[in-house]
């Protein structure tokens, strides 16, 4: 079975400020990993995905991440944020069916 | 962009009672899914509908839960008889390809909040 942790539930940033949004992942299988954003009020948004190839996957408004095999890791980051960018951030995992596997989320505060 | 719909946007019940939520999917899409989450904890996947059939469904879509595509342009999410427990924000979302493809990724609704009292 398929399972994503995300190891903090809140991240309180400063404006402009970098920020990192740890997700780990596990499977038996190979798997398609994506994360996705949800503004207040709003519906889920991709941000970025991996499917295969680079490991370090470029999304919207300037987010990235990195998928490492090794370390089961698909981590979020953004070298520079935006008061824009307050939502919740959902870490997810496809490994096998349709059915897509969800993380906790992490709430992201970002503070003037 | 195109969106998916979903009505309503809140709705309180009565435990017990009957409660369907709509869904209007992005048109040329062919794959359907519900998701839930109860406040607090992590999205939840319930069931994916292919072909007017279900695909796959989680143990939490028990015989309380159902699915329909009742014309070329809704997908419903019906819940005979309503628990406290059921109270979550629950989301549909559409894509062309199954999620497994890869290519082609889910696209969610805003979600409609289900409060049963």
């Known amino acids: 079975a398929q399972s994503v942790t995300q190891l903090d539930s809140q991240v309180p940033v400063f404006e402009e400020a970098p920020v990192e949004l740890r997700c780990n992942y596990s499977?038996?299988?190979?798997?398609?990993l994506f994360w996705y954003v949800q503004y207040p009020n709003q519906g889920l948004q991709l941000l970025l995905k991996?499917?295969?190839?680079?490991?370090l996957v470029k999304g919207i408004n300037g987010f990235e991440a990195e998928f490492n095999k090794s370390q089961t890791s698909f981590h979020l980051r953004k070298p520079s944020v935006h008061i824009s960018d307050t939502a919740e951030y959902f870490c997810?995992?496809?490994?096998?069916?349709?059915?897509?596997?969800f993380g906790g989320g992490t709430r992201v505060l970002v503070k003037p | 962009e195109p969106e998916v719909t979903q009505t309503p946007s809140h709705q309180v019940t009565q435990m017990g009672q009957e409660v369907i939520l709509r869904c209007v999917p992005i048109?040329?899409?062919?794959?359907f899914y519900w998701y839930r989450q109860i406040l607090g904890q992590k999205v939840e996947f319930l069931v994916s509908?292919?072909?007017?059939?279900?695909?796959?469904k989680s143990e939490i879509f028990d015989d309380q839960f159902s699915v329909e595509r009742p014309d070329g342009s809704n997908f419903t999410l019906k819940i005979r008889s309503t628990k406290l427990e059921d109270s979550a924000m629950y989301f549909c979302?559409?894509?062309?390809?199954?999620?497994?493809?890869?290519?082609?990724?889910?696209?969610f609704g805003a979600g409609s909040r289900l409060t049963v009292l």
């Open positions: 509908f292919y072909n007017n059939e279900i695909s796959e």
């Open positions: 499977s038996s299988v190979s798997v398609y």
């Open positions: 048109s040329n899409h062919l794959y």
């Open positions: 979302a559409s894509s062309q390809q199954g999620a497994r493809s890869g290519a082609n990724v889910l696209t």
């Open positions: 991996y499917l295969s190839g680079s490991t």
């Open positions: 997810a995992v496809i490994a096998a069916g349709n059915k897509l596997t």
